[in-house]
């Protein structure tokens, strides 16, 4: 472990190393596999020898080669997989992410609160309420886009998205 806060730099190429060698969830590979197209070997295998390195040390040149030109033929079925499998994994978040998002059906008539973002004109500043005022649906557009009117009867002119609105119950 690091003693001094001034001897971090000498450990960043081992954090980096394990960085690199790690599998991550969304590809199902290491980094280092998809730059180079075959997994790194530890510094320790190198000392002590490990089956992959003991394999590569007995070959001649001539086959060595050869298992070399196959690994780089197979990098691009790797890459492939690893796009299908990136693909699977955005499709499990979107899953994931659709359980927990409750759609908000407004009809005509139904009162709603609108929310005031800080990049809008009606924004007054940060201690300012963020639901101003109280509106009711006049029109629901496709969507999920309202076109509101305040209660004194004063249609709204911009288009309303819906998610930045909740209905106001009494």
Known sequence: MVDSHQSWHDL???????????V????????YM????KEAVIPAEVEIPSL?????????????????????MMIHEKRLSDV?????????????????VTARMFE??????????????????KFAPNWPGLYVVYKVLSGGTLILFEMD?????????SDAGKRYYI
Not at 34 to 37: A, D, K, Q
Not at 52 to 72: F, M, P, T
């Open 34 to 37: 998809l730059v180079y197209g």
């Open 84 to 100: 299908c499998h990136d693909k699977l994994y955005q499709q499990r978040m979107i899953c994931s992410f659709n359980k927990r």
């Open 24 to 31: 991550r969830t969304l590809t199902g590979a290491t980094p």
């Open 153 to 161: 009867g004063q249609s709204w002119t911009k288009p309303f998205n």
């Open 108 to 125: 005509v008539g139904q009162l709603v609160l609108k929310r005031i973002f800080p990049h809008q004109e009606e924004y007054k500043g």
């Open 12 to 22: 960043l190429p081992y954090a980096l190393l394990g960085y690199h060698t790690t």
């Open 52 to 72: 992959k390195i003991i394999q590569e040390a007995g070959l001649s040149n001539e086959e060595w080669v050869n298992a070399r030109n196959e690994q780089l």
